[in-house]
């Protein structure tokens, strides 16, 4: 089956930091992939996602890049914020059109800026 | 649009006792999903519909678990009887049907004593 493995945290870093949050999945066929991130008390919200090889999703000063020969899709930020403190979820859909019904979460990492 | 909807925010009973947790999806989605968060199991998917209609409800972890989406702008999931590992934060999420996007609720904090 399908299974989205990510780092453990919780990752401390200070601000203006650089950030890396790894992420590896295990899909059979192309699947969709997809960052997730959810603030103190909040419900998720997607960041960004990259629908096929070597494509490269960007938001907000995050970007992943999926990479279909070590199957991974890492998150990264140039420079962090104390604003960047949540929780991020990979993750990743098997259908064919990345439908929500297929999407299989990873477990999440905390992310922790301090100023 | 207020987003999806969810109530209580905060649920505080007794094991034994039934809960009834309430979503109110984004007005024009057709898919509605019932997510379980926990720190041991990270967020599991319970039960998802499509046009009202459960579609796979795999997830659900026992009897004691059902959900219902009477219509397209309202959906519940009850717990009869409530066990403390139940305890969680449970999430509705609403999109379009074939859409990447997934809208997520606040959630409902669960605590069984």
């Known amino acids: 089956g399908n299974s989205v493995t990510q780092m453990e945290g919780p990752v401390t870093l200070s601000e203006e930091a650089f950030l890396t949050i790894n992420c590896t999945y295990t899909a059979t066929g192309y699947p969709s992939l997809f960052w997730y991130v959810q603030y103190p008390g909040e419900g998720l919200q997607l960041l960004l996602k990259?629908?096929?090889?070597?494509d490269k999703g960007s938001n907000k000063g995050f970007e992943a890049t999926y990479r279909k020969e070590t199957t991974s899709f890492h998150l990264e930020k140039g420079s962090v914020q104390v604003s960047d403190s949540a929780v991020y979820f990979c993750a990743l859909s098997d259908r064919s059109g990345g439908g929500a019904d297929g999407l299989t979460f990873g477990k999440g990492t905390h992310l922790i800026i301090q100023p | 649009d207020a987003g999806v909807i969810q109530s209580p925010r905060h649920e505080v009973t007794e094991m034994g006792q039934e809960v009834t947790l309430r979503c109110k999806p984004i007005s024009g989605h057709n898919s509605l999903f019932w997510y379980r968060q926990t720190m041991m199991r990270g967020l599991e998917l319970l039960i998802y519909f499509n046009n009202n209609v459960p579609i796979d409800d795999s997830g659900m972890p026992e009897d004691r678990f059902s959900a219902k989406m009477p219509n397209a702008s309202f959906s519940t999931l009850k717990i009869q009887p409530s066990e403390p590992r139940d305890s969680a934060v449970y999430f509705c999420?609403?999109?379009?049907?074939?859409?990447?996007?997934?809208?997520f609720g606040s959630g409902t904090q669960l605590s069984v004593l």
């Open positions: 999420a609403s999109s379009f049907l074939q859409a990447q996007k997934l809208f």
């Open positions: 990259a629908t096929k090889a070597d």
